[in-house]
Structure formats: structure tokens, C-alpha cells
């Protein structure tokens, strides 16, 4: 048995509820189980339960055994002073609060297939422990709780955002900036670009926003991709020159060459190529965030039809020539950028602004853009989801994520579903 088994039962009011009774044998009748508490204290609060002729409004505490009440240390801690019903799987010591009142006690009795449900889902190794089980969820559950995962989804990633806003100084610029760096990390150098990016403030690059050279040594530099000698490649030499001049204008200083990522990576994703792209659009865009949030024609695709400077037609890395290829923005990148960091941005500017329009631009923008492709998603198909668009495909990464990989089948709608099964 497990404590979050019975916060479900309790919650989901599955426990057997007619002619109930405290251990002393006073009737029970629960009006209302109260609101769970994720924060330190009682694990219900605001719950109206009748013992006897008594009706009181106050927490509920829940345990395996009764004698969990004292080993937690809940009989010297006075927050637990208000909990007005104990509520166990077992009996078998008395609970007083911190100022010596006996605290009822309720045994919590139930039908034994939600446990044996329950357990079919905790103890499956398969990485979706429902998917033998899947098919019984009907589509009106699937749609609604894959809206609330999408919802999740952009909550969790806003979270992020408004961070870098509060250490930005609440300054939308730089954190969009910051944001979209990360982003063109595109994962496996996702941190060290957004190292970059910190230790080279946006308003630096705005005043050297008309020279594409000046801005690709400005963050080639603090890279630290600009520290070995090249002298037969005049393009690396002549950022290398640049660099030194604006290090010491600006008291930069430079990151470490090593973290970058390049081992595995299809060269049109070396992080050389990505950083020469982002100084592209830096150099195009002279308003960013006004391009992204702060116009009516939304034209996003615009803003990102970037490809490197000529140079990088014909190298991946400096001083090595390769056959010429133009490295322009792809529709995948775009996708992925629009995905991660301007459509969380837009949800999350139109909540802090309370713009409305911003959060549904968000939603109706995932609905139109096409799906991601991996593994995840791809068990999903399997098991009848159809990925049609960015919106199902990140509502279903949230629920692998942060449902599936954690278990948390009991806090899962399909779960739900599933546990409450009686036939079959």
C-alpha cells in the first residue's frame, strides 16, 4: 500500500462511504474531501466532515497505519493542530495533536480492484505502463486531457521565461534574446549558447546590429571559437582582429571552445553554423521583439529567413573548406524555434499582460504548425494517437515526460480511467 494510493481514494472519493465510523464508532459522513496540499503541513485542507452530530471544516491527514501519525512527528508540530479526521488503511495507535487531543480516526475501506488496477499500472515496466489498457479511454477524455497537457506544456516552459525576465531586470529584449539562443542550441548545445548569450548582453549587439561582421565576432569571440591562429583564412583572421578590439571596448570576457557540442552532429547543425546564422538574424531584425509580440501582421516565417554569410557556403568550421552548400535556415529549424521559444513567449507575454488574443495566437499557432517526429511519438501512433500537428505532438511529450516516466498514473486522466475500471 501507498500513501498516494490513498490521497487518490480520498480525493477521488472511491472509498466505500455508507454507514462508516471512527474507530470509537462515531458515524462519518464526508461532505467534502478538501483540497490536496502540495506544500508542508496537513495533506488536506478545507474538508467538511460530520462526525457524529458534529460537522467540522478543517484539514484531513492521511497514512498506512494510524502510528505513521507520531513516527512523522505530527504530535509536536501544531500546524497539524487543525486536522479534524485522520484517515488510515490501518488501525493501530491513538493520534493526539500537539495539545493533546485525540484526533478521530477513520479506516479507509474500498473496493480491492482499484488497488489490483493500480498496481497493473506501478509495477508495468513498458514505458507507457497503459498501453495494453489504453484503448478503454474514450475520445472525449483523450481530447480534453491532451488540451490540459498542452496548457501544462506552455505553464511549465513560462515558468522558465519569466525567470530570465526577473534576472534580466524585467527587460522582454534580452530574455527573448536569451531564449532564442538556447534555442539555437537546438539541445545538445543548447547551454552553452545560452552561456553565450548571458555573457554577451543584447544591447551590445543592437549597437553593432548594422555591421554583420562586427556581430559575428562579438559572438564567434565569446564563444571562445576565436583563440587559435588560422592565418592562411583572412574571414577568421579579420573577426579574430574584431573581436580583440570590441573585447576591450566592452570588457568582455570570452567562454570556453570546449563545451561545444560538435561529435555526432550533422554539420549543417555544428554550432560554427548556427552561431553565423543567429548573427544573420540579429543583422536583419532591427526590432526582434517588436517583429515577434509587438505586431498585427505576425509574420514569424519572414523574420526567420536567415542563411549564413557567404563564407559559410563553403565551410563548417573555420579553416577547413568543404564543398559549397548554402547554410540557410531550414523549415525543421524554424519549426523548432516557433515550438521552444516564440510560442511559449507569446503565451507568456499575453498572460503577464493580460492580452488574451497573445495565449489563443499561441494555441491556434501549435494547431497550424506540423508535428515533431521521434521515438515518443512514434509509440504513441502506435497506440491510436494520431500526431496531426505541434499541438498533439507537445500535448503527448508533456504527458510522456512528466506522467509516464514519473508514474504518476494516479494523476494521469488516462490512469484515472483506467484505475477505476471494475469489469474486465
Not at 31 to 37: A, D, M, Q, Y
Not at 272 to 290: D, G, W
Not at 339 to 367: H, Q, S, W
Request: hydrophobic share 35%; glycine share 6%.
Amino acid at each position: 500500500m501507498t500513501e498516494d494510493f490513498l490521497h487518490y481514494l480520498w480525493q477521488q472519493r472511491l472509498f466505500l462511504q455508507d454507514g462508516i465510523r471512527t474507530a470509537c464508532g462515531e458515524t462519518v459522513i464526508v461532505e467534502r474531501t478538501g483540497v490536496r496540499n502540495s506544500n508542508a503541513g496537513p495533506d488536506f485542507t478545507d474538508a467538511r466532515v460530520k462526525i457524529g452530530d458534529t460537522l467540522w471544516v478543517g484539514c484531513v491527514e492521511i497514512h498506512i497505519n494510524s502510528s505513521d501519525w507520531e513516527k512523522h512527528g505530527h504530535h509536536h508540530d501544531e500546524a497539524y493542530n487543525n486536522v479534524v479526521l485522520h484517515a488510515v488503511y490501518h488501525h493501530d495507535a491513538t493520534a493526539y495533536n500537539a495539545s493533546g487531543i485525540k484526533i478521530p480516526v477513520l479506516e479507509l475501506h474500498f473496493d480491492n480492484r482499484y488497488y489490483e488496477n493500480y498496481l497493473q499500472l506501478a509495477d508495468n515496466r513498458e514505458t507507457i505502463a497503459c498501453k495494453d489498457n489504453i484503448g478503454m479511454v474514450d475520445e472525449f477524455c483523450r481530447a480534453t486531457w491532451l488540451d490540459r497537457l498542452l496548457v501544462e506544456r506552455l505553464e511549465q516552459k513560462s515558468k522558465a521565461i519569466l525567470q530570465t525576465y526577473t534576472v534580466t531586470g524585467n527587460n522582454w529584449e534580452e530574455t527573448l534574446y536569451r531564449h532564442l539562443a538556447r534555442n539555437f542550441g537546438f539541445g545538445l548545445n543548447a547551454l552553452p549558447f545560452e552561456s553565450l548569450a548571458q555573457s554577451l548582453p543584447y544591447n551590445i549587439l543592437l549597437k553593432h546590429r548594422d555591421n554583420l561582421q562586427q556581430l559575428e565576432a562579438l559572438l564567434f569571440g565569446q564563444a571562445g571559437m576565436l583563440t587559435d591562429e588560422h592565418p592562411e583564412d583572412g574571414y577568421y583572421s579579420d573577426l579574430r582582429k574584431e573581436y580583440h578590439f570590441l573585447r576591450q571596448k566592452y570588457s568582455l570576457t570570452p567562454g570556453e571552445e570546449f563545451l561545444w557540442k560538435f561529435l555526432r552532429l550533422r554539420p549543417v547543425n555544428f554550432p560554427t553554423v548556427r552561431i553565423a546564422q543567429f548573427s544573420a538574424l540579429i543583422y536583419r531584425n532591427e526590432h526582434l521583439f517588436a517583429g515577434i509580440v509587438g505586431t498585427n501582421d505576425k509574420q514569424w516565417e519572414q523574420i526567420f529567413e536567415i542563411e549564413a554569410s557567404p563564407y559559410w557556403d563553403t565551410h563548417y568550421v573555420f579553416g577547413k573548406s568543404s564543398p559549397e552548400r548554402r547554410k540557410i535556415f531550414g523549415k525543421t529549424a524554424y519549426y523548432t524555434v516557433m515550438i521552444n521559444t516564440i510560442i511559449p513567449f507569446l503565451f507568456v507575454y499575453g498572460k503577464e499582460r493580460n492580452k488574451e488574443d497573445y495565449c489563443i495566437c499561441a494555441m491556434e499557432l501549435l494547431e497550424n504548425l506540423p508535428p515533431e517526429h521521434n521515438a515518443i511519438l512514434s509509440r504513441w501512433k502506435t497506440l491510436g494517437f494520431a500526431n496531426d500537428n505541434a499541438f498533439v505532438s507537445q500535448a503527448l511529450l508533456q504527458l510522456k515526460n512528466e506522467y509516464c516516466a514519473a508514474k504518476r498514473c494516479l494523476h494521469c486522466a488516462f490512469g484515472n480511467v483506467i484505475v477505476k475500471r471494475t469489469k474486465g
